[in-house]
């Protein structure tokens, strides 16, 4: 079956305690990118890829560091989390510029 | 920077009207445009995408126009039901060198009532 899945799907975390989401994608997909989306401030790009080794900001990359050395696989890490950083995080893959697939999202709580 | 903006911000219907969301953004120099449904607590699911240079797609009840020159996309929902109850999303992408830097509107959050 075609999908992007995201691990952890929750996760209740501690501010300074790096931690690493991951994100795969079984369709050999070109691009790759990163959201968060929050109440009243809708979805927002954080990282995207357009391919193996080819990174970029988004709208809000600070505190967040991405790597994509495998066309599969767009893990992000944040290396340092902070409160402001408790989130509905998704994942997306696409073929080029086409039809985005997005993962089931990853919600986490940093105390 | 781009900005996108959908209107209304929430709508409640009764089951079986036809209904239109709006999406529109201030850079009309766009690759494509998705529209996406979300149920809540869930990840987003796409509906239909529309490249710069076509004026509308259809899949099923629902159809999406584009007017590019005008900064406008509408969702046209035929015969709506309650499992058409969900947020409606649309995102624009650019142009130029089809860069994967997507911009999200705020939704619309629907309710078809039986």
């Known amino acids: 079956e075609a999908q992007v899945t995201q691990n952890p799907r929750y996760l209740i975390t501690v501010t300074g305690k790096k931690l690493t989401v991951t994100c795969s994608q079984n369709m050999n997909h070109e691009y790759m990118s990163w959201y968060r989306q929050d109440p009243g401030l809708g979805l927002r790009q954080i990282y995207y890829s357009m391919n193996v080794e080819v990174t970029d900001k988004g709208d809000v990359p600070e505190g967040y560091k991405v790597s994509r050395k495998e066309k599969r696989n767009f893990p992000l890490i944040l290396e340092s989390p902070s409160p402001n950083q408790t989130s509905l995080y998704f994942c997306?893959?696409?073929?080029?510029?086409?039809?985005?697939?997005f993962g089931p999202g990853t919600r986490l709580t940093v105390l | 920077k781009q900005e996108v903006t959908q209107i209304p911000a929430a709508l409640s219907v009764p089951e079986g009207e036809n209904l239109v969301l709006n999406c529109s953004f201030t850079d009309s120099a766009i690759y494509n445009l998705q529209w996406f449904r979300q149920d809540p607590g869930k990840g987003l699911t796409s509906l239909l995408l529309i490249q710069s240079s076509q004026r509308e797609q259809t899949s099923g009840r629902l159809n999406a126009s584009l007017d590019k020159s005008s900064g406008r996309s509408t969702l046209y929902i035929a015969a709506s039901q309650p499992g058409d109850s969900a947020t409606y999303l649309c995102?624009?992408?650019?142009?130029?060198?089809?860069?994967?830097?997507?911009?999200f509107g705020g939704g619309t959050r629907l309710m078809v009532k039986p």
């Open positions: 995102a624009v992408r650019p142009g130029g060198n089809a860069g994967n830097m997507l911009t």
């Open positions: 997306a893959s696409s073929r080029n510029a086409d039809t985005q697939y």
